[in-house]
């Protein structure tokens, strides 16, 4: 029972296309982040969203939109596809609330590895 | 600017050495700490969770320990076991909504 899944698990594109990576999470939680991680391994916040609002925006190109339909899903579309896209991108979920007693633990989807060529 | 490096960037033990991973933080207001663990090719596991109110957390061989005042925090690992190859990451909740990752530590363990 995957608590946080990612569509596609691989995507191969050509530069200048437009493409979409969908995430979702069945544990209830409110808030979804998506992350990058380039080729050195490093992985970088790019958007959180707290109920279907985003909240942290980490100067991501405007190319990158997220949507938000529900608080389980955080869609990411990427427009006009660059070489330097190319990475992993994460998906996350935590339950936010620290003053009422949650931890913020994060859990992680499988990610998606783009390649733009 | 809240920056997190994780010291050493690599490792390799032999089988059944107990090891430790070192991670900094500059910004000591953080929330919490969280451990991960990346098989290649793979997603990020939930090793162990540290709140800021927190000195140590332990799940099995692992323990986790925070110094918030001094900005660190360190994995222990005993016994340590082939499976035990991966790298790991720690992140900072730094911000209610913001998890900032180390630079993680590729761990390899000989049979």
């Known amino acids: 029972d995957t608590a946080v899944s990612q569509t596609p698990k691989y995507l191969v594109t050509q530069m200048g296309n437009d493409k979409s990576i969908k995430c979702e999470q069945n544990?209830?939680?409110?808030?979804m982040y998506w992350y990058k991680q380039d080729s050195k391994k490093f992985l970088k916040i790019m958007f959180s969203y707290n109920n279907k609002e985003l909240i942290i925006n980490e100067t991501v190109p405007n190319r990158f939109s997220p949507k938000s339909p529900d608080k389980a899903h955080l869609n990411l579309h990427i427009n006009s596809l660059e070489l330097g896209d190319s990475a992993v991108y994460f998906c996350a979920s935590s339950q936010e609330g620290l003053a009422g007693g949650f931890t913020n633990e994060q859990y992680f989807g499988p990610g998606t590895r783009l390649t733009v060529t | 600017k809240q920056e997190v490096t994780q010291i050493p960037a690599a490792l390799s033990v032999p089988e059944g050495e107990n090891l430790v991973l070192n991670c900094s933080f500059t910004?000591?207001?953080?929330?919490?700490l969280q451990w991960f663990r990346q098989d290649p090719g793979k997603g990020l596991t939930s090793l162990l969770l540290i709140q800021s109110s927190q000195r140590e957390q332990t799940s099995g061989r692992l323990n986790a320990s925070l110094d918030k005042s001094s900005g660190r925090s360190t994995l222990y690992i005993a016994a340590s076991q082939p499976g035990d190859s991966a790298t790991y990451l720690c992140a900072v909740l730094s911000g209610t909504y913001k998890y900032i990752f180390g630079t993680g530590t590729r761990l390899k363990v000989l049979a």
């Open positions: 544990l209830g939680h409110d808030t």
């Open positions: 910004d000591s207001a953080i929330y919490n």
